[in-house]
């Protein structure tokens, strides 16, 4: 009987993963001093670590294979001591690295300028996920039917 259960294991291994999409490295940087800057950096690599589609790469290495950059660049837009680190503006820069059998070449596909409240850094995130997503469809099949419509466009939030 246990012969037969490792047979089957044996066997079945091999194919669990034939079912599931690759996931995508993408490794998020950021400039700026400012503190829903910060947390907003913090909530998208949460969101990364618990998608499917994304891996979090959490140290900038050599871009070996297929990956995506997140480059944010955030600043305080209060104009008061008393708004201060209530509100942020993010620049959203997303590059891909990565070209089958070659030298690793940046393109820039992404670019969008969004504020994000303290109180929104979480809800942001899962819409720039969402909004990556839309954005790749679009630029993959270099049209506009058959992919999801951006959270983040042509709107700045």
Not at 33 to 62: H, I, M, N
Not at 110 to 127: C, E, P
Request: charge should be positive; glycine fraction near 6%.
């Amino acid at each position: 009987m246990m012969r037969l259960i490792a047979v089957v294991v044996v066997l079945l291994v091999p194919f669990t993963g034939f079912g599931q999409e690759p996931r995508t490295w993408v490794y998020v940087s950021r400039a700026g001093q400012d503190l829903v800057g910060s947390r907003f950096e913090a909530a998208l690599k949460d969101e990364l670590s618990r998608s499917t589609r994304y891996r979090p790469r959490y140290s900038e290495g050599a871009k070996t294979k297929f990956e995506f950059h997140i480059d944010l660049s955030t600043a305080d837009v209060s104009d008061s001591k008393a708004e201060q680190s209530k509100r942020s503006v993010v620049s959203v820069v997303i590059e891909d690295f990565g070209l089958p059998n070659s030298y690793p070449v940046e393109t820039m596909w992404y670019h969008k300028v969004i504020i994000v409240g303290k109180d929104s850094v979480g809800t942001v995130a899962k819409d720039l996920l969402f909004d990556m997503d839309a954005r790749w469809c679009s630029y993959l099949k270099n049209s506009i039917g058959g992919c999801p419509k951006e959270k983040f466009y042509p709107a700045i939030y």
